[in-house]
Each structure stands twice: as C-alpha cells, then as structure tokens.
C-alpha cells in the first residue's frame, strides 16, 4: 500500500520542481494543477514562512509569478520575516518580478517587520529604478516606519545622493533633515 504524501511535502517538492525546471511553463503549470486537485493550499507556508510566491520572486521569473497568480497564488502573504513577495523582489533589486507583482494590485505599501514598506527598502537598497515604479506605481513616500523614518530617511543614512536627489524630486523636507542633506552634498563634492 503506498502511502500518500502531506499536503507540505508536495509543496516542498514543487519548489525543487520549479528551481530545477524554472523555464518549463507548460510542466510547471501541469504541476500546479494536480497540486490542485490534491486539494493543496497553494498558499500554504514552507521554510521560514515563504510561501510558492516568495520561490518564483526569488527566480526573478514574471511567468512563474503570473502563473501562480492565475492559480490561486496570493501575491501579499508576508514570510516569517514579515517581508510579502515585494518586498523580497525589491530587496533583491529584481525589476522583472517587482514589476509583474505591481500589475496585480499587490499590497505596494505593506509594513515588514519594523513597518518598512518596499520603497523603505528601495532607499535602503539604493536602487532609484526600482523607487522610481513603486513611486508611480502609487507607493506612499510619505509613510514612516517604526523607527519614525521615512524613506528619504535612510537615502540620508547611506549618504545615497542620487536616491536623496530622486526623493526630493517627490517630497519636501524639514530644516533638519535638509541641512543634513546639504553636510552630505558637501562631503561628496
């Protein structure tokens, strides 16, 4: 008698599945919807809390992320990390999978662990592309964080003139935080 697999072992298998044969649409698709009718939470949360879109974005594939989507796959469940698909394709300035997740109306200014959205991270990062889309994507630049910083915050932290000069372009500051971005144009000079 064979003994039929867990619902968390197919996923894990899936995963294995999807990093081996990540360009194989047409498999992993197949793959998706016998996992469905094996009544398979597609949604469900493997290591760390990751759950099978945290997988595609960390392969950078928009196919494997429109897929998923298409199946059922929710694009806004945040990891152990409390980092929600975006926010991982933003810390790993992957612009193909931040773009395809911004098509479908994700949560573009969910809270990480310390309510960091993924324009916080952006800053952080440095990458201004990627602040650029969510900022035309509608990303709040005015939102704090836990530690009461807005994004422009950490583009002074890291002494990130292009970010500074990106964010600026989209918000005012105070007088605090202006004369330290006039100290950091100054020592960059």
Sequence with gaps: MLKRKGPKKLLYE???YIKDNQDSTIA???R???LNAEDVDLNGKMYRGRTLMHHAVALNKKN???LFIKHGVNPDIADDDFLTPLHLAVMKNFHHAAKELLKHDVDINA???FEQTPLHFAAITGNVDLAKMLIDNKA???LIDEKNNYPIDYAIDE???RMIQFLLTKQTVDETRMKLIEK???EKR
């Design 64 to 66: 494997m992320i429109r």
């Design 184 to 186: 950091i144009y100054k």
């Design 111 to 113: 809270g990480a662990e």
């Design 140 to 142: 709040d630049i005015l």
């Design 14 to 16: 899936f995963v294995r």
């Design 28 to 30: 992993i698709r197949h």
């Design 159 to 161: 002494k990130d003139v």
């Design 32 to 34: 998706l919807v016998k």
